[in-house]
């Protein structure tokens, strides 16, 4: 059976022996910037939504929630899979790494096709069930379905570029997923301003973006000649292959599920304010996002890099990687907070032109929450690097706690004692958004020092 190619015996070399800084930036920098370019993505998504109308943009911004909590599924099980790829790569254990590599995509293919069959059909029902207003199933019904589609495939092109990322192919990655934004982009760009499509044809670009990166994988998938290529000999459905990687998918997966109902939950709360609301905070989170992308990327990179190091012995270095990140998404957020600050306005002015008209009221609705958002940029970056080194060492329960705190406890109920306790209008979606991730950035310092304390004494 054939190890690790020289290719990847050289990464890992380069992971567990370079200069924390230098191994840090040259693997997490592009992962950052196709986190950004993703996030840049999903403004221009939304932007070319509110041509449609408000309306569309409230029906996005509702649906993309419910979606990221189907997609969850994927994601939990990419970053178990992963770290117990990166653990089983940096201690050397090639054929240990081939079986999980192998076990891991057919998971994938598994989860997607039990997804495909059980909400394709049943897409309405389900959205009826998930008390998603009437009014917006009405309108983005149809976009729904064609999203799910794009989240089945999405499920295994996920796994895929968590393992690329795990062997430190961050620039392929990159490149890749710069090439299908691209794509995606235009063919958005004609559906919606050329074509005069709505929704269904934005969520068609989205779907195909996902068919050009399934193409991509198993058109290159067969060349690889090292331990990290999936053999069907090696797929082992059994508990003591496939136990490890669910103990740390699902509490991510519950994680990421538990966020995403919370967000529903406050997307519900905020309609007391006007049904544009909901659409105005989806473009507060989408502006948000343009810096918190940045860290979501850098925490993408490290935690492999982290669990590498784990594996190979060298826990020290896990922590170098870990204050070094919080320097580095600190720095992001001052920035970040910085050029938003002043951009703001126009900002919001765009979302709020669609074919027809200038909204006004949905511009400064926009305002009225990110000015008080945006506050959470750099605890937003503590708690990044946080999760980055929680999951490098296989803590994604405590992962889970994190987030689960954050939506559940810091958000709310918060928005709850501001509707029933204040007179504030919309202001008061900001408010809220801006004390969960205060107090989230707090909470993540506090559950890293007993971490650090016990793995100083390793």
């Known amino acids: 059976m054939a190890g690790f190619s020289k290719k990847d015996e050289r990464f890992r070399d380069y992971a567990l022996n370079a200069s924390p800084l230098r191994v840090l930036l040259t693997v997490s920098a592009p992962l950052a910037l196709y986190q950004a370019l993703q996030s840049i993505f999903k403004v221009l998504d939304a932007l070319m939504a509110s041509h449609i109308g408000s309306d569309a943009v409230s029906a996005v911004a509702c649906l993309s929630q419910i979606t990221l909590m189907i997609n969850a599924l994927g994601s939990g099980l990419a970053v178990g899979g992963s770290i117990k790829i990166a653990e089983a790569y940096g201690q050397g254990d090639d054929i240990l790494v081939r079986r999980r590599v192998s076990t891991v995509y057919a998971m994938a293919v598994l989860v997607a096709g039990v997804i495909a069959l059980t909400l394709v059909p049943f897409a309405e029902p389900f959205l009826r069930l998930l008390q998603t207003p009437e009014a917006l199933i ?58 005069k499509g709505g929704l269904i044809l934005i969520a068609v670009a989205t779907l195909v973006g996902q068919l050009l990166v399934l193409a991509y994988a198993l058109c290159t998938m067969p060349g690889d000649d090292g331990a990290f290529r999936f053999t069907l000999s090696q797929v082992r459905l059994k508990r003591e292959t496939v136990g490890p990687v669910i103990n740390l998918a699902y509490p991510v997966s519950a994680e990421k599920v538990l966020f995403a109902a919370g967000k529903v939950i406050v997307n519900a709360m905020s309609g007391v304010y006007g049904a544009l609301t909901v659409g105005a905070l989806g473009i507060s989170n989408n502006i948000g996002g343009l810096t918190t992308s940045w860290h979501i990327g850098f925490t993408d990179g490290t935690a492999p890099l982290i669990s590498q190091n784990r594996g190979a012995g060298k826990y020290s270095r896990t922590l170098q990687f870990y204050f070094l990140l919080i320097g580095v998404n600190v720095a992001i957020g001052l920035v970040g907070l910085t050029l938003v ?39 937003l970056g503590i708690n990044s690097a946080t999760v980055a080194l929680l999951i490098g060492y296989g803590y994604t329960k405590r992962t889970m706690v994190l987030n689960v705190v954050r939506v559940f406890a810091y958000r709310v109920p918060v928005l709850w004692v501001f509707q029933h306790f204040t007179s504030l209008g919309v202001e008061a979606v900001g408010l809220t958004m801006m004390v969960s991730n205060v107090l989230t950035g707090v909470t993540a310092i506090c559950m890293a020092i007993p971490v650090v304390r016990k793995i100083r004494r390793m």
């Open 341 to 379: 600050s002043l951009c703001l306005p126009w900002l919001a002015t765009v979302f709020a032109q669609s074919q027809s008209q200038f909204d006004a009221g949905f511009q400064q609705m926009i305002v009225s929450i990110h000015r008080w958002e945006m506050l959470g940029y750099v605890t």
């Open 138 to 195: 009405a309108t983005g019904a149809g976009y729904f379905r064609v999203e799910i589609l794009s989240l089945v495939v999405g499920f295994f092109n996920t796994v895929y570029i968590a393992i690329e990322r795990s062997r430190g192919h961050a620039r392929r990655i990159l490149l890749l997923n710069l090439g299908v934004i691209l794509v995606k982009l235009a063919l958005s760009a004609f559906f919606v301003y050329v074509a």
